[in-house]
């Protein structure tokens, strides 16, 4: 079984800087990308930026040049950076990851697409 949990989230206005958090925890080999996804009020759920184990980034075109991704693969952990934030960004941000693990009884490996609970980000215009 694999966790995410988000942190971090609010409200800020239009302008301000943020930054969410989101920590792995349980069995597996790999996780591979890591990301985060937007859902605005009744819209789909949108990517915001991926972080690879291999630290290489990709980024929604209208987060370039505001938002940094990292990640910490000896804690298992992702942290997204949001500066000069927009009323646009405002949704619900949920922590996404590609899992490896390997099935003990079945001596094979399996994947997994884990998705944390989500955290509410609000900008106020």
């Known amino acids: 079984q694999v966790q995410l949990v988000e942190s971090g989230g609010g409200l800020v206005q239009a302008g301000g800087s943020m930054r969410l958090s989101c920590a792995a925890s349980g069995y597996f080999v790999r996780i591979d990308p890591m990301g985060w996804y937007r859902q605005a009020p009744g819209k789909q759920r949108d990517l915001v930026a991926t972080?690879?184990?291999?630290?290489?980034?990709d980024y929604e075109d209208s987060g370039k040049g505001r938002i940094t991704n990292a990640r910490d693969n000896a804690k298992n952990t992702m942290n997204l950076q949001m500066n000069s934030q927009k009323p646009e960004d405002t949704g619900v941000y949920y922590c996404?990851?590609?899992?490896?693990?390997?099935?003990?009884?079945?001596?094979?490996?399996?994947?997994?697409?884990?998705w944390g609970q989500g955290t509410l980000v609000a900008i106020s215009s």
């Open positions: 996404n990851a590609a899992v490896t693990y390997y099935n003990d009884i079945t001596h094979s490996y399996g994947y997994l697409d884990v």
């Open positions: 972080v690879s184990s291999d630290d290489t980034t």
